[in-house]
């Protein structure tokens, strides 16, 4: 499905990523790790649309997206659900997810992806009226998620989910994703609560500094000396 190869990013003159490759296969939920500053919301702005790459490729469903303009990645296929959301706070909750199904082939469907929305976020039901800039963190986060659905994507990036919400509604939100993705969705998840992260994922990458330094499943990854003690704070005996 998605295919990053060897892909360079560059703020100006100074590098962001280097070489980075990595990949997504239909219905995987895949995580990418690692430690303020290594890159990771670059990459996965850079899998989006929203920077271009200096070198490499980045395939999804067998078409080159490197060179794509950025207003044409919804309607490729890809959604991206950026680091602060991003909602438009005086729109209503509903403007702000009908603006997610603008692109025709998903406002064919906008009243069943409404509805999906609804059933994956029930907070939100009483709330389609108000502005979205009344609405709590974890509700604007809610419906951040819920307005990338709305286009039907087939690859939902996520940039950081849980980023300064309640333990409680991380919880609901990560039961949210793994919803997302058991009904068919592929997911890449940028995330800096590592265990959860691990702990939902099929597969993982590291990355540090604009590099992948190690990647493989989740659950291993989760089980390494080396992982625990450098993201989990945890010891080895």
């Given at each position: 499905?998605?295919?990053?190869?060897?892909?360079?990013?560059?703020?100006?003159?100074?590098?962001?990523?280097?070489?980075?490759?990595?990949?997504?296969?239909?219905?995987?939920?895949?995580?990418?790790?690692?430690?303020?500053?290594a890159g990771k919301t670059t990459l996965i702005n850079a899998i989006?649309?929203?920077?271009?790459?200096?070198?490499?490729?980045?395939?999804?469903?067998?078409?080159?997206?490197?060179?794509?303009a950025s207003h044409l990645f919804c309607a490729a296929g890809?959604?991206?659900?950026?680091?602060?959301?991003?909602?438009?706070?005086?729109?209503?909750?509903?403007?702000?997810?009908?603006l997610g199904s603008f692109i025709p082939a998903a406002k064919a469907y906008r009243r069943e992806s409404l509805a999906l929305v609804l059933s994956l976020f029930p907070?939100?039901?009483?709330?389609?009226?108000?502005?979205?800039?009344?609405?709590?963190?974890?509700?604007q986060q809610m419906l951040a998620i819920g307005r990338a659905l709305m286009a039907r994507p087939g690859l939902l990036l996520l940039d950081?989910?849980?980023?300064?919400?309640?333990?409680?509604?991380?919880s609901d939100m990560f039961r949210a994703i793994r919803s997302i993705n058991e009904q068919g969705t592929s997911v890449l998840l940028v995330e800096q609560n590592v265990a959860m992260a691990l702990g939902l994922a099929q597969r993982a990458y590291v990355m540090e500094e604009g590099r992948i330094v190690t990647q493989g499943k989740?659950?291993?990854?989760?089980?390494?000396?080396?992982?625990?003690?450098?993201?989990?704070?945890?010891?080895?005996?």
């Open positions: 499905m998605l295919e990053v190869r060897k892909v360079s990013v560059y703020y100006g003159a100074a590098p962001a990523l280097w070489d980075v490759s990595l990949e997504v296969r239909p219905g995987e939920l895949v995580c990418v790790v690692g430690p303020n500053g989006g649309g929203l920077h271009r790459v200096r070198s490499g490729s980045i395939t999804f469903d067998g078409r080159d997206l490197s060179r794509l890809i959604a991206i659900v950026p680091e602060g959301r991003r909602l438009f706070d005086q729109m209503t909750v509903l403007e702000n997810l009908e907070a939100l039901k009483g709330k389609l009226k108000h502005p979205a800039g009344s609405l709590s963190g974890g509700q950081e989910p849980s980023l300064g919400l309640a333990p409680l509604i991380v989740a659950a291993d990854m989760l089980a390494r000396p080396e992982i625990q003690k450098a993201y989990l704070g945890i010891e080895a005996p």
